[in-house]
């Protein structure tokens, strides 16, 4: 069984920057096999999908990020980032990790606010 565990969230000013990871533990076979992809929901708000890298390095990301976030990973650390710039307050929300076959993370929360 695998868990996807989230860290690096927090509170930051409008116009910061933040580093969110997530990091498959337990039977992780073949990690750099696994598309990761990252998704947020904020308060009242549906859960939407933010970023996803694939086994190739192919990556996309949702418009609204575009040019801010900045997806990358560690195969050897099993482990994937999402870079976040130029932070604004709607992008407040907690932040998940999600791996088809293993599921969603319990999430990570990100606050922008001055």
């Known amino acids: 069984q695998v868990q996807l565990v989230e860290s690096g969230g927090g509170l930051v000013q409008p116009g910061g920057s933040l580093r969110v990871s997530c990091v498959a533990s337990g039977s992780v076979f073949m990690f750099r096999f696994h598309t990761i992809s990252w998704y947020r929901q904020a308060p009242g708000k549906q859960r939407e999908f933010v970023a996803l890298i694939r086994t190739g390095g192919s990556i996309n990301y949702t418009d609204s990020v575009k040019g801010r976030f900045t997806i990358s990973r560690d195969n050897a650390q099993n482990t994937v980032y999402l870079q976040m710039n130029s932070l604004k307050p709607e992008d407040t929300a907690v932040y998940y990790c999600?791996?088809?076959?293993w599921g969603f993370g319990q999430g990570t929360q990100v606050t922008v606010s001055s």
């Open positions: 999600y791996e088809p076959t």
